[in-house]
Every structure is written in C-alpha cells, then in structure tokens.
C-alpha cells in the first residue's frame, strides 16, 4: 500500500486554509466529473480528488494525517498505518461509504486510516471489538457514519456498503436528513443491530443549505446583460433556467421544488457568477476592443 498526500492530489499547500481547500476540490472535481470529462483517466482522477478532500474538509481527520504525514512519509512509498492510528483524535465511528456516487470508491490507504472502529483494546483493520474475538461476544448495537450521496438522497436508493468484509445492502429512504440513523436489525457486533447515522457525501457541483440545494452557474457578460436560456443540473436531472436580462453577479435565481424531498420539498438556490472568457483569438481581442468603446473604457 502506497502513501497518499492529499494536498498534491488538490494542487494546494499543506497550509491552505479550509476556504481554498473547498474551491481546489470543487474546481478539480468538476474538471474530472465522469458525467462531463473526457479527458483519459478523469474517473480515477475525480474518485483520487474526492478521497482527498474527504481527509481534509473534516478538522480533526486532517490533523491527525497531517501529524503522519510529519513523520517524513513521501507519496508512493510504502506505507502501513502505525497500530492505533487516529487514538484520541474522536475516531468514534467507522464509516461506512455506499458505492457508487461521490461518497464511495476510496482506496485501502484511506480506509486504513479512517475506516476502522476505535475500541477499548483496539482493533485490527476493518476490524471490531466483537467481531472475530475469542469466545462468545455479547450482543451490542454497533454504530457507524453512512456517507449518502446527495442523488440517493433525493430518489430514494439502495447503497452496498462492505462492513468487515461482509457485503450489505442499505435502503435509503427518500428525504432522509443527516444524523437520521438507519438500522440494520442483527449485523453488529455478537449479533447485535448496525446503527448508521446518515450524512451527506460531498458533492462536485451543489452545496446543502436545510432542505435547499445551492449551484453555482457560470454565465458570460453578455448572458448576463441580454438574458438567456441554459440548462441547469438538478438531483432530478437538468432542467432550463431563465437567466433574466440586466442580472449581475451574486443574483439568486430559484427553482422551486428542485430541492431535497421533505414537507415541504426544498428548492434549489442558482447563484449567478459572471465570467468572462479569455480572448485566444485577434477577432475575439477585437471584439472586446469594440465592447470598451461602445461602453465608453477607450
């Protein structure tokens, strides 16, 4: 197993801060999406960006790599997570991630650091006080993170999840909430129930705000200033947007019931950011000479 640094996956320094980190991970993941890349390889790159920032976004998962990644370990070497790993830092959970989506598909160096039970006595890799122990174990709940993508989330789904080697399939019920719990009766430790507190895997284009789904769309200047039409992605599939004329950035257009199913369902926040292409061209050089003089900059 190689070592992983996840500040180069994202093209950052290990100083950034949480704000730089968010917008490497978000430009990158859109870059790779499998669902708009066709650059070779983008489905590893996207799943390899994912991972990365899975291990930074969360406070104490990023100090306690950070403190290993001190020992001097550089990426590709070989690499074996120190027994206890993680001890103090609030491992409480393992947790447990769905294929399929933006929360599942990550590598056995990310598991080995994140995705194992932390017990009274400690525990093997994707291991548990009560599972594989000598003599008999006594039943127990056994509680744990399922990281739910926004889409299963939306729809209703069923996710496969791999608990201590063992394959489950988990129904997710449409709308559920995050620190709702799932309950899968019998597959704990000694026989006991498997409790899996939801919460939502991170996602390449929306942010969650309660109910709401946040998207940011890219428009060009004269988008903006005549209005237009676009397609716009939703957890429903892409609808289209009218982008009113004279708009600006920061303007707030909503779709109403394209949110997260509740009572009632939520909507979907489209944040506008005007952009303006760069000119790879004489013609389009021209073409922008032309706009400053007709709005009077030459």
Known sequence: ????????????????????????????????????????????????????????????????????????????????APPNFGGGQGFDFEEVFGGGGAGGGFSDFFESLFARQRGAGGAGARGRPGFGGAGPQPMRDTRAKLSVPLEAAYSGDSLRITVDGRQLDVRVPKGIRPGQVIRLGGQGSGGGNLMLEVEYASHPQFEVDGRNILYTLQVTPWQAALGTSISVPTLGGAV???????????????????????????????????????ATTEAQRKAYQELAKAFGDS
């Open 1 to 80: 197993m190689e070592f992983k640094d996840y500040y180069a996956t994202l093209g950052v320094e290990p100083t950034a801060g949480d704000a730089e980190i968010k917008t490497a991970y978000r430009r990158l993941a859109r870059k790779y999406h499998p669902d708009v890349s066709k650059e070779a390889g983008a489905e590893e790159k996207f799943k390899a960006v994912n991972e990365a920032y899975e291990a930074l976004r969360d406070p104490q998962k990023r100090q306690a790599y950070d403190q290993l990644r001190a020992q001097g370990y550089r990426p590709g070497e070989e690499f074996q």
């Open 240 to 278: 289209e947007l009218k982008v009113p004329a004279d708009s600006d950035s920061g303007r707030k257009l909503r779709l109403r019931g394209r949110g997260l199913p509740g009572k009632p369902d939520g909507d979907q926040i489209v944040e506008l950011e005007v952009v303006a292409p760069v």
